[in-house]
């Protein structure tokens, strides 16, 4: 898939129909460098580019992360999708926790 492909399928995404313009083509050049990675790269990759955005001032919410994460997947490893829905399901339930 191009990166006009790419594009339009995020932008079309609609969990991302509030994005702003900033953060949806930060999205593409993530996705886009993504998939230039090996699989054992991928998962150092989403953390680095996590710290990157919060060193920008830039936070994607709970809809974002998951189409960030869902296109990820796909070139990750078994093991590493493992321990993003690991990580993701104990983040669900600190946050579960914190609301009562």
């Known amino acids: 898939m191009d ?3 790419k ?6 995404n609609p969990a991302l129909k509030d994005i702003s313009k900033e953060k949806l083509d930060l999205l593409l050049s993530y996705v886009t460098e993504a ?10 990759y989403f953390l680095s580019i996590t710290k990157k955005a919060q060193a920008q001032g830039i936070s994607f919410n ?4 998951e189409v960030i994460l869902s296109i990820l997947k796909k070139k990750m490893s078994p093991a590493d999708i493992k321990k993003i ?16």
Do not use: F, G
Request: aromatic share 2%; charged share 35%; proline share 3%.
């Open 3 to 5: 990166s006009n492909n």
């Open 7 to 12: 594009y339009e399928e995020i932008k079309n």
């Open 35 to 44: 998939e230039k990675l090996k699989q054992n790269e991928v998962m150092p």
């Open 62 to 65: 709970d809809s974002e992360t």
């Open 85 to 100: 829905d690991m990580i993701k399901n104990l983040t669900q339930m600190i946050t579960k926790a914190q609301r009562k």
